[in-house]
């Protein structure tokens, strides 16, 4: 079985970091994550998902010497869900990365129309892109423009 999880995105905010009783330290930030796709009407809309992430010991350490609001990281490590009482002894649940591995991208915030963090997902530019590319392969090979992957308009996906 496995339980990883791999995210690219950007600090919500410094890490806030505790050193414990015990010498443990932690530290603890947000990253968003940002998906861009086409909605039914063919405009483009993007969604924004915050993530929890918890570092602890010498990547606690890295993480307050080296992260920013704002910078662009790789975060690799497990999915973990913990529950507490909160001071009017509501059960409370949480979900957060326990992360094993980070790394800063470098160029940091993904500026609009540049590539850079979180290029996995298509952006409007793409499509300006690809319309181009697409009107200058049509007019020089004179054949029709090539079919989505498998055969399949964006309707018929299975989800």
Do not use: C
Not at 5 to 23: A, C, F, W
Not at 34 to 46: L, V
Not at 61 to 70: D, I, Q
Not at 95 to 103: H, P
């Amino acid at each position: 079985m496995v339980n990883r999880v791999i995210l690219i995105g950007n600090l919500g905010r410094d890490p806030e970091v505790r050193r414990l009783e015990n010498g443990a330290v932690v530290a603890k930030f947000p990253i968003a994550t940002n998906e861009n796709y086409k909605d039914k009407s063919g405009e483009w809309q993007s969604q924004t998902e915050w993530h929890d992430i918890v570092v602890w010991r010498n990547l606690a350490e890295r993480a307050e010497s080296t992260l920013k609001k704002g910078m662009g990281v790789y975060v690799e490590g497990k999915l973990t869900h913990r529950s507490w009482q909160d001071q009017d002894g509501n059960t409370r649940y949480t979900t957060e990365v326990v992360g094993s591995y980070f790394r800063i991208i470098s160029g940091g915030r993904r500026e609009e129309g540049s590539g850079g963090a979180g290029g996995y997902f298509p952006s409007p530019e793409d499509e300006v892109r690809l319309s181009a590319q697409n009107e200058s392969n049509k007019g020089a090979s004179g054949s029709m423009p090539a079919e989505e992957p498998g055969g399949a308009a964006d309707d018929d996906l299975p989800f």
